[in-house]
C-alpha cells in the first residue's frame, strides 16, 4: 500500500528537480545575454546570481524530500519545513498574478504548477494531522 503523505512529498522533490532544471535554463529560455545586457552591471548580476540561488534551493529541496522523506513526514521538524516549502510555493502562486496576467496560458500553467508544489508539501500536513 502507499503511504500518500510520502507519495506526496516524493512528488514534490521531483517537482523541485523540474523547478531547478527550468531556472538553470532561464539565461537560454529568455535570451539574458541580449535581454539583461539592456540592464545595468549590477541588476544583470542580482538577476543572474538570484536565479542561481533559487536552483540551489530547488536542487536542496528536491535531495531533503527524495532522501529524507520519512523523517520529514514524521518529525516535529520535517513538518516544519514541510510547511516552510509549502508556503514558499504559495508565495510564489500570489506573486504569479500579482505580477503576470491571469488570463495568460503560461501564467495559468505556472499557477497550476505553483499549486501542486504547494500541495505536494502541504497535504501530509493536513492528512496526517
Known sequence: MIDIDL???YLGGLLHLGWAVFHLLFPRLFKW????AS???VN???????????AYYFL???FLSLYWAPELVDSYLGRQVLG????FWLLRLGLQFSYFKAS???SLV???LFLLSAAAYAFPLWYGA
Open 44 to 54: 544583470s548580476a542580482v538577476m543572474r546570481i538570484m536565479n542561481f540561488c533559487l
Open 60 to 62: 536542496a529541496a528536491a
Open 39 to 41: 540592464l545595468d552591471p
Open 104 to 106: 495568460h496560458p503560461l
Open 33 to 36: 545575454a541580449a535581454n539583461l
Open 84 to 87: 516552510l516549502m509549502a508556503g
Open 7 to 9: 507519495a506526496c512529498v
Open 110 to 112: 505556472l499557477g497550476l
